[in-house]
């Protein structure tokens, strides 16, 4: 197949549409007909100084660097981060023995993020990850601000009276969470003390809400957790700052917009609070060996329609026609569910005060500017999420957490087969599909050939998130991994990356079936 051909396959659409947008700001391609770098994957005025404007050509994709093996597996390694869960006296009594994650953007700069920490104060873990659009401000927001909002959810009264006291008398807080990141997942340490005064408030509200002894119901506490920062980010842009570079900031994080994809793990519970179109798929290991997908979340998307009726619901009979377009929401949106993108949620009048009180670079921006066709009755979009109770079970050996750049390379069980056979170091070999193409003896023994040598290389990567990465960007119509196709994708340009795949952002946590399995019979009993 051509390289172009094998490139174009599987093209993800665009969060915003670019057309609607940004006019006169699309990278032309003469691969025959025009395709559009979409405007919400690319940094605009609020997010860059300046615009690259070329046009690129086919021999631009043709003349492509063959990178070797060393070099690809340094740009697939270069965000990969492993955590281990601590034993005690030699035996692990968490049912998470650790987790896996790994990112490849394809934005410039990346608009996914990822977070993992483990709860002090209280108990569990908790894993998210974040898909941003119209640049990448949002998504920061809420991998250093959502967990710290679910934590402070999940204290009794008597602990969050304590926080309270601390600060008042000017002690020490003792720690609320503890992180694990990568050197790459970095803090705005700007924005601390805005971020703490927010969750000081909402603290305190707490406090008033509840009652000595009350014990929170996780569920609501995730939903209160979205719901709330959401609001606090639609506040602070509306508020500003006396400082210059806070009141850009805050008002970058609410014009931009990002999913989120929550795991909260404590013992057999396992939660998932899901706002958008990243996903959550549980690895099952059935009685045979092999992997089954169960899938723990739901896309907010077009094709859930469920989530279709809710929005035509939520709005007049005389919007039925308009409130969704394309599939998009107002025509535009792709994701149903979202933090900020407070243009589909402030009134016009909301929106151009907030403008005309901000600094000069929003003037500047196309984006901002711009209201949305049809706007009749905002709010149109929700952060509030959609939660899921699963209650583990030995046979559950794993879960995948995942931006949508995965899941529209593959499907949830091929991932699920594929991080399966990398954790067993079995091969659940299915039979060589060739998806209709035409095939010598000689070309079947090849393929053969070469899933005999992936077989017993599989182990190179010592990460499960960077092996189901390499699948999901290598992957060839074979469905095995084509390293010569691995290698152009990776070595496209930054200004034709986004046109052939999504940033992808993967967190793999493994769970231990030993303590699941002695917890199940303790509540048995």
């Not at 390289?3 to 940004?22: D, E, M, W, Y």
Request: charged share 20%.
């Amino acid at each position: 197949m051509p390289v172009t051909s094998q490139l174009l396959r599987g093209l993800p659409r665009a969060k915003i549409l670019a057309s609607s947008l940004l006019p006169c700001q699309q990278h032309q391609s003469q691969l025959g007909p025009v395709i559009h770098r979409p405007a919400s994957k690319r940094p605009s005025h609020m997010w860059q100084s300046h615009q690259h404007s070329r046009c690129y050509q086919t021999t631009s994709v043709l003349r492509s660097y063959i990178l070797t093996p060393p070099q690809v597996n340094s740009i697939l390694k270069a965000n990969e981060y492993s955590f281990k869960v601590p034993e005690f006296d030699g035996k692990n009594v968490s049912s998470v023995m650790g987790f896996e994650s790994n990112q490849l953007p394809a934005n410039a700069p990346i608009e996914d993020r990822r977070s993992a920490a483990t709860c002090l104060q209280t108990r569990g873990m908790l894993l998210g990850v974040f898909d941003g659009h119209a640049g990448c401000a949002c998504a920061q927001a809420l991998s250093e601000r959502l967990f710290y909002y679910i934590a402070v959810s999940l204290l009794p009264h008597d602990t969050l009276c304590e926080l309270e006291a601390a600060v008042e008398a000017g002690r020490a807080l003792s720690p609320i969470l503890q992180w694990h990141k990568h050197p790459n997942d970095y803090f705005s340490r700007e924005a601390q003390t805005l971020y703490f005064n927010s969750l000081r408030t909402y603290w305190q509200e707490l406090i008033d809400l509840t009652s000595p002894g009350e014990v929170p119901d996780t569920r609501e506490a995730l939903l209160h957790a979205f719901k709330r920062l959401d609001n606090d980010i639609s506040l602070e842009a509306q508020v500003g700052d006396p400082n210059a570079f806070l009141h850009y900031w805050v008002l970058r994080v609410a014009f931009s917009g990002a999913t989120a994809c929550v795991a909260h793990i404590d013992g057999q519970d396992l939660f998932i609070a899901n706002a958008g179109d990243a996903r959550a798929v549980l690895g099952v290991q059935e009685e045979d060996g092999s992997f089954s997908a169960h899938t723990l979340s739901n896309d907010h998307s077009a094709q859930n329609e469920d989530e279709v009726a809710r929005i035509r619901g939520e709005h007049p009979p005389s919007e039925r026609k308009t409130v969704i377009r394309q599939d998009r929401l107002l025509g535009l949106l792709m994701p149903f569910r979202a933090f900020g993108d407070v243009k589909f949620k402030w009134s016009i009048e909301l929106q151009k005060r907030v403008l005309e009180s901000g600094p000069d670079q929003l003037h500047e921006n196309e984006h901002t500017k711009f209201i949305p066709p049809n706007y009749h009755t905002p709010p149109y979009l929700t952060a509030e999420p959609e939660i899921t109770y699963h209650k583990l079970r030995p046979q559950d050996r794993f879960m995948v957490i995942g931006s949508d750049g995965l899941w529209e390379t593959l499907h949830r069980q091929e991932v699920v087969r594929v991080v399966g056979e990398y954790l067993t170091g079995v091969h659940q070999h299915q039979p060589l599909k060739v998806g209709g193409y035409r095939v010598t003896l000689g070309q079947m023994q090849g393929l053969l050939e070469e899933r005999k040598a992936r077989a017993s290389s599989a182990f190179e990567d010592q990460n499960s998130a960077t092996y189901l990465m390499r699948h999901a960007v290598g992957n060839n119509e074979f469905g095995t991994v084509d390293h010569e196709r691995l290698s152009k994708m990776l070595s496209l340009p930054e200004e034709l990356a986004r046109m052939y795949r999504d940033d992808i952002t993967i967190i793999i946590s493994q769970f231990n079936p030993h303590v699941i399995g002695a917890q199940r019979q303790e509540g048995q009993s």
